[in-house]
């Protein structure tokens, strides 16, 4: 083959491959695409916050947040009065497209990451058991805010609950349940 042959070619070489790659679907084990839900606020609803964080007041629909897309949706809850501390009180749920959120990066990768917040989340982080591939509870003591998240590896989705209010921690069982009763659902 002379030289310009090869560098005709080259071209057309690239471009199959490139098609091949485009085209062919997933290995089997590979993580698909995520599928992020068109109702974020449907994971969970007023009745089950209620009962789980606050029984004694009225908690309205949410609100659903689709600024992220593409990368994630969420869906935020405030109810109760508001003190001069800690505003009012709120849940939000966020859903994130693992494969968008940390491009470029492994699944084992974003569970290891995960996972580390546990020891380094400060004295109350914990991993959680019984959701996703990994699950993780924090807490910050400034904002009083209680989080538990989770990775879903084939479902590429990471989806975490946030708890404000002032006595939070005190509700980090109940805030792991709504976890797990919205995972569920995805």
């Not at 659903?64 to 508001?82: A, N, Q």
Request: hydrophobic share 40%.
């Amino acid at each position: 083959m002379t030289l310009c042959w090869k560098l005709r070619m080259r071209p057309l070489v690239v471009g199959l491959a490139i098609a091949v790659l485009r085209f062919a679907g997933p290995a089997s084990g590979d993580v698909i695409a995520a599928t992020l839900p068109k109702d974020p606020c449907a994971l969970l609803n007023p009745a089950e916050i209620k009962s789980a964080l606050d029984p004694n007041n009225n908690i309205g629909s949410g609100v659903p947040d689709t600024s992220m897309l593409p990368i994630g949706v969420g869906c935020t809850y405030t109810w109760g009065p508001r003190t001069k501390e800690w505003g009012q009180s709120a849940l939000t749920i966020t859903v994130i497209d693992a494969l968008k959120g940390w491009q470029g990066r492994s699944p084992d990768v974003i569970q290891e990451g995960l996972l580390a917040k546990a020891k380094t989340g400060g004295p109350d982080a914990s991993q959680v058991s019984g959701v996703g591939d990994a699950a993780v509870f924090t807490f910050e003591t400034r904002s009083s805010n209680a989080t538990v998240e989770a990775y879903f590896k084939a479902k590429a989705i990471h989806l975490s609950i946030k708890f404000h209010r002032g006595d939070s921690l005190q509700s980090k069982d109940k805030v792991i349940t709504l976890l797990k009763e919205a995972a569920a659902r995805l």
